[in-house]
């Protein structure tokens, strides 16, 4: 697939994007921007620091000052760039596989269309002043900005890193506030343990058996990059991403709710929501005025107005431990005070864009029947009682399929449709 995706760089290594590549993007993006200040982090994939070195002495080559952060998670080169007004890229693939990689960019906190500098990298015409590189240590302004407001919190923590890049840096956050941590990967891995670094009910399966062991008081699985987080409750279940989203709108007492096309209309119930394009860019970009309180993506991304606009999956589980201790109840109790979503995400994996295109168009012609039709995010059909929506992914060669029922009945007459649809 092309490496210039929707909102990041990001392909294979190396046979798609490799460190000839990551030095013209450097150089491209030095060129492009009027900032001259980069902050620079990487996680522990294979090829993140081949690709972060090429990178970077692209940036350097054309101009830019490289603050070098050393490993770690996105937020903290994206909080780099909102607090400095700055440019701050991580070198990740997120929750790809090990053998992707990838180079997510961030100016004043915002992530950075790629459009918007492939002209430069096609035309190789590159600005030839030269920067330099500065070593910088930016982990702790995060950490003290992130857990100023959150208070003691004397829990018992259940961390999952998957082996990405906040192995060290969430169980040193939770002690900060008093929690004491368990932690379930405590080294980091280059091929995350041989697992696929997305937080997930399937991958939850072993925090939860540890959570039950030990008797904690929840738990969070977090994304190779450490933006998305997974909850799991005191008796090791995860909560669908909503359930978590409904429980921090609910004891945060959001009103101004960002929520993608393929979010359950049940959030509506709690806050005035406006829909958006899946991605994080369209999100970002709503938080940044300032008149939204909190964003959400069913895949497990969580957005935080008061904090920053882009997403943190330390900052959501800082939260929902702030809430647990305020309410002195249970999580799985917490859970309950909201109706059962009745949610399901599945995936058609294709070879090449072209066969998206040509499968989405089938789609097309047969879902538009059923209901109201939106082509605002891929195909989504507005039912009486649910929806369906299909589209096309923005990090893989996949068709992301999601449906709701607003009860048991319509779920299964709608994921009957959906079969048909798909099949």
């Known amino acids: 697939m092309e490496i210039f995706r929707a909102y990041d760089v990001r392909g294979l290594y190396p046979s798609e994007l490799d460190e000839e590549k ?43 000052i490289v603050y070098e952060l050393g490993p770690g998670p996105v ?7 909102f607090s400095e007004k700055a440019c701050g890229i991580c070198i990740s693939a997120s929750h790809n596989p090990k053998d992707y990689t990838g180079i997510l960019v961030f100016v004043n906190g915002v992530t950075l269309f790629p459009e918007k500098i492939k002209s430069v990298f096609d035309s190789k015409k590159f600005s030839d002043k ?23 919190v004397q829990l018992k923590v259940g961390i999952d890193s998957m082996g990405g ?26 091929d995350f343990y041989g697992k696929i670094p997305e937080p997930s009910i399937k991958n ?38 909503l359930t978590t989203a409904l429980i921090l709108i609910k004891n945060l007492k959001y009103k101004q709710v960002v929520a993608t096309t393929a979010c359950s209309s049940i959030l509506e119930q709690y806050a005035n929501v406006t829909y958006v394009k899946t991605g994080r860019p369209n999100v970002e970009i709503k938080l940044k005025t300032g008149k939204y309180d909190f964003g959400v993506e069913p895949s497990s991304h969580f957005y935080f ?20 201790t305020l309410r002195n109840k249970p999580l ?49 059909i507005s039912l009486m009682d649910g929806f369906m929506l299909f589209r ?14 607003h009860d048991a009945k319509a779920f299964k007459r709608i994921g009957a449709l959906v079969k048909n649809i798909i099949r």
Request: net charge positive; glycine share 8%.
């Open 22 to 64: 990551a030095f013209r993007i450097g150089r491209s993006l030095a060129t492009k921007l009027k900032t001259k200040k980069f902050f620079v982090n990487y996680d522990n994939r294979l090829g993140s620091i081949r690709i972060k070195n090429s990178f970077t002495n692209g940036l350097i080559k054309s101009g830019g």
């Open 75 to 81: 937020m903290v080169s994206a909080f780099a760039s």
């Open 130 to 152: 030269f920067g330099k590189p500065i070593p910088f240590m930016y982990d702790e302004k995060y950490v003290n900005y992130i857990t100023n407001d959150i208070g003691k």
């Open 165 to 190: 890049a906040t192995t060290f840096i969430a169980p040193h956050i939770f002690q900060k506030i008093g929690a004491k941590t368990f932690s379930l990967r405590s080294a980091a891995s280059e």
């Open 204 to 241: 939850a399966s072993t925090l939860g058996k540890l959570i039950k062991k030990e008797h904690l008081a929840f738990g969070v699985q977090l994304d190779a990059d450490g933006d998305r987080a997974l909850i799991v409750d005191e008796k090791g279940n995860a909560l669908d991403p």
């Open 305 to 324: 107005g008061k904090y920053f606009p882009f997403s943190d999956g330390i900052v959501t589980a800082l939260l929902i431990a702030k809430i647990i």
């Open 332 to 380: 799985s109790e917490l859970a309950k005070e909201f109706p059962k979503i009745y949610y399901k995400e599945s995936s058609i994996k294709l070879n090449n864009q072209k066969e998206i295109e040509l499968r989405l168009k089938k789609i097309v012609t047969v879902a538009k029947k059923y209901g109201k039709f939106s082509m605002l995010d891929g195909v989504k």
């Open 392 to 405: 096309a992914s923005n990090t893989e060669p996949l068709i992301r399929v999601y449906y709701s029922g």
